[in-house]
RNA sequence: UGCCCGAUAGUAUAAUGGUAGUACGUCAGAUUCUGGAUCUGAAUGUCGAGGUUCGAGCCCUUGUCGGGCAACCA
């Protein structure tokens, strides 16, 4: 019930309301949908949520979605991305119809192409790639056409052809579409359609030398394809025109572009070239680093693809320009992962506590695996006299409303007993070493008779229970909401505290049994997850995220 | 100062000529064997000026501001 009405509730983005008319209309009788990447690159939260819209709608409308690859660009294009970026779409939860390629269409791109010629739309240009700028004028002066736009439709069938035949070097010839020099929009300046480029292919290998450029290849395979939604991101929408226009020239299949806003997220940036130079500089270790907003570096990071869908959903679908707050996408995978994280006990700093009432046998102790989730279990935990719990979960003169340990002060260990400070042990430099305290026998955890009531509930480690491992904490990539908006290089704004390695902390002994892939809780401490560093003994965690921390707020206002 | 796109709380996102709502964040309180989670409450908004209309966030005019477009990248 509550479900349906929520669904009634959940208003439309603009581009379902256009499907939804089209499909209403009969314009269509279902939808195609694409995502469209080039291989050159990782993908990052910005794609999840073109793909998280172009899936979703598909999936939504009873229709389907191609995966296809603009690899029209030999040069930056490999392999190796291709990869990728089928394994992160599949992580997310997506699966598509068809997997497809820009290169499959060379042959048809350049029958089209030749159809433009024949059609007296296009022609062979000369000109270095800087006298076509000129020529190009500027938006506020129209352009000149050059003397290369009046070759016979013969001529250029044939110069084209030699193109083809790698008769001519890079940057040579090239063969432009033959539309308007005067055009307000400067898409329309008798634009590139296919350039030389001696360079071998990742799929045709070394079969062409020419290639056609996006505006030439894009459209038509959307056309070929007979997608009926194109959806892409605002730069295009300038590119528009020239999409009909081609369309409209060949008699070809019309699919239609529609342009949505692309992600921004503050404290980081979006886009590949420079997250690519953060990878190839060193300021972070590779595309999975978990500081970086690729999908592989979130999946490493402990995201979960539920929480990035649920935040794709989050953030909507529009036109104007946007910088998503970081705390969104942080409530998002808290939301999830409070859900489904087996909590741990883990002490990062680690300050010893001696029962000094305790006769030192071995108690075990059973707690909760998760507490939001009544079929989660229990787990068993180690109890001994002697103990670690946080360093900053004690002070010796605290502040009001201090809920924690304190000289005299009463509170309760997860899980286990009520324990009272009688003493501190500090060294000759006045450092607190050891606190010796006694706990209450009746206080145990679930048969509570102590009639005690305490603020602060702690968590702990049996000293020689504990097992130890390494925790990478990660923080935001840069100390600024918007890096690449600010005077200068991006680079000047990044967070040198964005990692803070603890090589040792002290967990619970079924801290062992971790495996990879699996969300954990660290009590009070946040949500960790086995990092594949890890090896044999060695475990290494990274953070996800933290917990919400309300006592740093209160400190923080002094 | 060419063309195009856009402008609703701090950040996002609804309201499709008829009570400006939701989420995150913030603040306050309740509750809690995680200062987590949960629950309750609060503050904060239609870029400006005209116009059309009984009535405008929405339509029109105009201004302002932000973004995009002059790659043999996509």
């Not at 469209?36 to 979703?56: D, Q, R, T, V």
């Not at 029209?72 to 997310?92: H, M, R």
């Not at 503050?266 to 690729?294: A, C, F, H, I």
Request: proline share 5%.
């Amino acid at each position: 019930m509550a479900e349906i009405k929520r669904e009634e509730e959940k208003s439309l983005n603009f581009i379902e309301e256009i499907v939804e008319e089209d499909l209403r209309s009969g314009k269509h009788k279902s939808i195609l949908t694409r995502f469209p990447p080039e291989p050159n690159g990782y993908l990052h939260i910005g794609h999840a949520k073109s793909i998280c819209l172009n899936f979703g709608l598909a999936s939504k409308y009873g229709g389907e979605t191609n995966l296809r690859f603009d690899d029209t660009n030999p040069v930056t294009e490999e392999t190796e991305y291709v990869e990728s970026i089928k394994e992160d779409i599949k992580w997310l939860g997506f699966s598509w119809a068809r997997e497809l390629y820009a290169s499959d269409y060379f042959e048809q791109l350049y029958q089209l192409a030749v159809q433009l010629i024949k059609m007296g739309l296009a022609y062979v240009d000369d000109s270095s790639s800087e006298e076509i700028a000129a020529q190009k004028g500027t938006p506020t002066e129209p352009g000149k056409r050059n003397q290369f736009a009046d070759r016979s439709i013969e001529e250029n069938l044939l110069l084209f052809q030699e193109m083809k035949e790698g008769r001519y070097k890079d940057g040579e010839k090239v063969l432009r579409a033959k539309v308007d020099m005067a055009s307000p929009n400067m898409q329309m300046r008798d634009p590139l359609i296919y350039r030389i480029k001696h360079a071998h292919h990742h799929r045709t290998g070394d079969k062409w030398c020419i290639y056609p450029m996006y505006d030439f290849a894009h459209g038509q395979s959307d056309s070929i394809e007979h997608i009926t939604h194109s959806i892409c991101t605002l730069e295009f929408v300038s590119h528009r025109p020239l999409y009909e226009w081609f369309i409209e020239q060949l008699g070809i299949y019309p699919s239609k572009q529609y342009e949505f806003a692309r992600l921004n997220l503050n404290y980081t940036v979006m886009s590949k070239r420079k997250l690519l130079q953060l990878v190839n500089e060193g300021y972070v270790t590779g595309w999975d680093d978990p500081r970086m907003p690729s999908i592989s570096g979130l999946r490493r990071r402990g995201y979960t693809p539920e929480s990035i869908r649920f935040f794709t959903e989050k953030i909507g679908v529009q036109k104007r320009d946007n910088l998503i707050d970081l705390s969104l996408l942080e409530f998002c995978i808290r939301e999830h992962l409070n859900r489904i994280a087996d909590r741990k006990m883990v002490v990062f700093d680690p300050l010893k506590i001696v029962l000094t009432n305790h006769n030192g046998e071995v108690e075990m102790l059973q707690s909760e695996n998760n507490p939001e989730d009544p079929e989660g279990g229990f787990r068993e935990i180690p109890f001994s006299s002697e103990l670690y719990i946080e360093q900053e979960d004690f002070m010796e003169h605290p502040p009001k409303k201090f809920f924690r340990l304190a000289p005299g002060q009463k509170v309760r260990l997860k899980s286990a007993y009520i324990i009272q400070c009688d003493e501190v042990v500090k060294d000759q430099q006045g450092k607190v070493t050891e606190l010796r305290c006694s706990y209450l026998p009746e206080s145990r955890s679930g048969g509570d008779q102590s009639g005690m009531k305490v603020q602060g509930t702690l968590h702990w480690v049996s000293v020689a229970h504990a097992v130890t491992a390494e925790v990478r904490l990660y923080d935001r990539l840069f100390r600024v909401e918007d890096p690449s908006n600010e005077d200068g290089n991006f680079k000047e704004y990044i967070n040198p505290d964005s990692l803070q390695v603890i090589k040792q902390v002290y967990a619970e002994p079924g801290l062992r049994e971790a495996v990879g892939g699996k969300p954990y809780q660290f009590m009070r401490k946040g949500y960790f997850c086995l990092d594949r560093d890890s090896s044999g003994d060695n475990m290494i965690f990274n953070r996800t995220v933290t917990l919400k921390d309300a006592w740093a707020k209160v400190q923080n206002k002094g």
